[in-house]
């Protein structure tokens, strides 16, 4: 099953807007990512945040991670047209300690950002 | 350029064929990995690798093979056993230094039944 629900399922909003992703899991991670992948095309890594990490910044994206809640946001500032993408989140389980690199994705956000 | 290099980018399979998707990389990265994407949902686990020679069952692996024999390339057999190929396939590898870790996809195999 799906460790990662995103919500909403689809995100529609003029340029310059604010668009705000949510992602919810069910076991304990290690971390957690964010990916964008345009319509038939790989993903792209966006961001990481770690589990023992609140929030965290990179450009116009703003991460936030609840693990009591077991939930995460992604945020886009001032959205572009360019924007307009699948964005996916991929926690890492937490293994012993280490991170074997699998990553479970959630069924993703499709956002399209009008002109 | 560095990256992941996915082919072919259409496959079509025959039924009771077996099909292989290639995946190469030229990152020197350790990990690969392949996922599959269905239509309007996530990304599943079907095979990983950690190190050459050595590979493990994701959570689909049932009507797939693959095999690690060069650090490079990691190869996805879709078997006639697999009685619904239709799909996008991902090929990825991982970079991980200290706490730095993400995936590096390549552009991807859509297969298709004929």
């Known amino acids: 099953s799906q460790q990662g629900e995103e919500d909403p399922q689809a995100l529609s909003i003029q340029e310059g807007e604010n668009a705000t992703m949510n992602c919810s899991y069910k076991?304990?991670?290690?971390?957690l990512q964010w990916y964008r992948q345009n319509s038939g095309r790989g993903l792209v890594h966006l961001i990481l945040i770690r589990s023992n990490e609140r929030e965290k910044h990179s450009g116009r994206l703003r991460v936030t991670l609840d693990t009591s809640k077991k939930s995460s946001s992604l945020l886009i500032t001032a959205s572009r047209a360019a924007d307009t993408a699948s964005y996916f989140c991929?926690?890492?389980?937490?293994?012993?300690?280490?991170?074997?690199?699998?990553?479970?994705f959630g069924q993703g956000t499709i956002l399209t950002v009008h002109p | 350029d560095g990256g992941i290099t996915q082919s072919p980018k259409y496959l079509f399979r025959k039924e009771g064929q077996n099909v292989t998707l290639s995946c190469e990389q030229n990152?020197?990265?350790?990990?690969m990995y392949w996922y599959r994407q269905d239509p309007g949902q996530g990304l599943r686990l079907i095979y990983y690798s950690q190190i050459v020679n050595d590979f493990q069952k994701g959570d689909i692996a049932e009507g797939y093979s693959v095999s690690r024999e060069k650090k490079e390339s990691f190869p996805l057999t879709v078997t006639s056993a697999q009685k619904n190929p239709t799909a996008f396939y991902l090929c990825?590898?991982?970079?991980?230094?200290?706490?730095?870790?993400?995936?590096?996809f390549g552009s991807g195999t859509q297969l298709s039944v004929l």
């Open positions: 076991t304990s991670i290690n971390n």
């Open positions: 990152l020197n990265h350790d990990a």
């Open positions: 990825a590898s991982r970079i991980r230094q200290g706490w730095v870790e993400k995936l590096f």
């Open positions: 991929a926690t890492g389980l937490n293994a012993g300690g280490t991170s074997y690199g699998k990553l479970t």
